[in-house]
């Protein structure tokens, strides 16, 4: 029974490229939530998806950053033009819906250069 | 005010100590809490569900105070394998996302 699993585990992007990270949720999982974790900070919460919606994009920056869980497929979360500040761990969960909580895959480390 | 605060640490503490966290909520309405465990370059993992009757589970006890509005974590006989950050978490009660603190480093030395 596979965890959550995000890839790629190391992502290396220029100034101004796009970044697409993936999270497949754990089996019969419907519910999936993103969260950023800057160096030397907490866990911020961006986004909570279920499938074919957004949910809660509170903590979504306004601007470069979307979020998507398809019918079929992984979720993605897309950052367009990244900057020097988007470098940070992006973390994925999931859940089957009860509010307990979740578990965590191993995240995705964006280091923009 | 921050929604969830925690003493950021770093805990330095020996072998076999007792050691206690506390994290202080600002919502009074929230009912789920959570303590998960981070070491470094990791992702988090969840330790203990914290519930009104509070809970035990080995050497950790998880206990939370709704009139103070605080939740605690004791560890009891630390050990070497112990020392990592110890975020707590509130649940929003319609989404679940978690609201975490910043996180408590604590460091078990021989």
């Known amino acids: 029974n596979a965890g959550v699993m995000q890839n790629p585990r190391h992502l290396v992007r220029r100034r101004g490229q796009e970044a697409r990270l993936r999270c497949s949720p754990m089996?019969?999982?419907?519910?999936v939530y993103w969260y950023r974790q800057l160096p030397e900070e907490g866990l911020k919460f961006m986004v909570y998806?279920?499938?074919?919606?957004?949910?809660?994009e509170s903590g979504m920056p306004k601007e470069r950053f979307s979020a998507e869980f398809p019918k079929e497929g992984p979720s993605i979360l897309r950052i367009q033009q990244v900057v020097r500040g988007d470098s940070a761990a992006y973390f994925c969960?999931?859940?089957?819906?009860?509010?307990?909580?979740?578990?965590f895959g191993s995240g995705t480390r964006l280091t923009v250069v | 005010r921050k929604e969830v605060e925690q003493d950021p640490g770093p805990f330095n503490v020996p072998e076999g100590a007792t050691v206690a966290f506390n994290c202080t909520y600002s919502n009074s309405a929230s009912q789920s809490f959570f303590w998960y465990r981070q070491d470094c370059r990791k992702e988090p993992k969840l330790l203990m569900s914290?519930?009104?009757s509070g809970n035990e589970d080995g050497r950790f006890t998880a206990q939370l105070n709704r009139a103070s509005q605080y939740i605690s974590l004791l560890i009891r006989d630390s050990k070497l394998s112990d020392s990592a950050t110890y975020l707590c978490a509130e649940a929003d009660g319609a989404t679940n996302k978690l609201i975490f603190g910043t996180g408590t480093l604590l460091a078990v030395q021989p």
């Open positions: 998806l279920q499938k074919e919606n957004i949910i809660d």
């Open positions: 914290v519930y009104s």
């Open positions: 969960a999931s859940s089957p819906g009860q509010p307990n909580g979740y578990t």
């Open positions: 089996k019969g999982h419907s519910h």
